[in-house]
Nanobody, 117 residues
Framework: QVQLVESGGGLVQPGGSLRLSCAASGSRFSINDMGWYRQAPGKRRELVARITSGGSANYADSVKGRFTISRDNAKNTVFLQMNNLKPEDTAVYYC???????????WGQGTQVTVSS
């Protein structure tokens, strides 16, 4: 079984920064693509950013130029550096990963990010 554990959420003022981390743990597994999604109240969950094991990344248009996704393959960890945060970035952020053991796609428990003055 693979578990994803997120950290780094919190309350920040508009224009501020936060860094989210997500570590995959388990036994006898490998991780392929990793990513971050978010869900605001009353809205559908949406892709924020995704990164392949080779380091190729893609971003939602709403976060391009402000957010950066990166990963440490040796530690099966993915990061999301969020700069110039806006109130509309407020949401629960979820880590997601594709892996080698059933069910082959995993979700973290979510971490709250609130951008407010």
């Amino acid at each position: 079984q693979v578990q994803l554990v997120e950290s780094g959420g919190g309350l920040v003022q508009p224009g501020g920064s936060l860094r989210l981390s997500c570590a995959a743990s388990g036994s006898r597994f490998s991780i392929n693509d990793m990513g971050w999604y978010r869900q605001a109240p009353g809205k559908r969950r949406e892709l924020v950013a995704r990164i392949t094991s080779g380091g190729s990344a893609n971003y939602a248009d709403s976060v391009k130029g402000r957010f950066t996704i990166s990963r440490d393959n040796a530690k099966n960890t993915v990061f999301l550096q969020m700069n110039n945060l806006k109130p509309e970035d407020t949401a629960v952020y979820y880590c997601n990963a594709d892996g080698s053991i059933w069910p082959y796609n995993y979700w973290g428990q979510g971490t709250q990010v609130t951008v407010s003055s």
